[in-house]
């Protein structure tokens, strides 16, 4: 169906249930919150619609508790000492902690089955939420190796992980094959899930044609959970940057 077509009632029904986080089809109609005979007031247009109809506003990108937040190496997490306050074990093969956020570890699980119903493979978590003090450690650890260069194209600096939100995480295909490892983008689980992780709110969060945008070389292991409907926007306009599609600057270096 083209946008053109669709009533403007089926649109603002799509747009509450985006708006709502809603999962699935909307309802052929919008639920019934009060029994008030008054009808509803005209709904207000949204700060900044999209060609689609889409609400970019809907959730907040600089609150570290929202899963559209964004973050990088011109935009650290605030307060730094973050911590989820809803961690939970991922029920599915790992080698670090496989903590995440609830919402996406329930979705990672899915993903999981899902790769391996459909033939792509068995997959592990390589590594899931990292606190402040664990990247830390992760982060000197390639300074060690690397110097600070070599690091910074590696590795976030503390503060600036996406693995501090607890939504995202890296995997590798089982048995272990280019593991964190550009190859693993050419492996059956690195194709199928490029192809289909938006399908479970996931995005392949540095893609390889865009380390200028997001800072990071090309990690087709690294996926970011950001939620059904924004994955699914993206995948639909065909873009594959937070950066991009927020409107926000590149973010190729640190700003000190
Ligand atoms: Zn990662």
Redesign the pocket.
């Known amino acids: 169906m083209s946008s053109r077509s669709r009533s403007p009632a089926f649109v603002c029904v799509v747009v509450v249930a985006t708006a709502l986080g809603l999962v699935g089809c909307a309802p052929e109609t919008a639920p019934t919150r009060s029994s008030s005979a008054t009808p509803a007031a005209p709904q207000a247009p949204t700060a900044s619609p999209s060609p689609t109809g889409f609400d970019k506003t809907a959730l907040p990108i600089d609150d570290p508790a929202s899963i559209w937040v964004v973050v990088n190496k011109l935009r650290a997490l605030q307060p730094s000492s973050y911590v989820p306050a809803d961690l939970i074990a991922t029920p599915v093969p790992h080698l670090n902690p496989p903590h995440l956020r609830s919402e996406a570890a329930s979705a990672m699980a899915a993903m999981f089955a899902a790769a391996k119903a459909e033939g792509a493979g068995g997959m592990q978590l390589q590594?899931a939420s990292r606190s402040y003090g664990v990247q830390v450690n992760v982060y000197n650890g390639y300074v060690s190796r690397s110097g600070e260069d070599g690091a910074d194209a590696q590795s976030a600096r503390p503060g600036h992980?996406?693995?501090q939100t607890g939504l995202?995480?890296?995997i590798s295909a089982l048995p272990l094959t280019c593991a964190l490892a550009a190859c693993f983008g050419q492996t059956p689980q690195g194709r199928w899930l490029a192809a289909n992780a938006y399908r479970f709110g996931f995005l392949l969060?540095y893609p390889a044609d865009k380390t200028a945008i997001t800072g990071y070389m090309y990690?087709p292991?690294?996926f970011r959970y950001i939620g059904l409907p924004l994955a699914t926007e993206m995948h639909a306009t065909g873009v594959t940057t937070l950066e991009e599609f927020f409107g926000l600057p590149p973010a190729p270096d640190y700003s000190s």
């Open positions: 590594s992980s996406e693995h995202a995480a890296d969060r990690e292991w690294h």
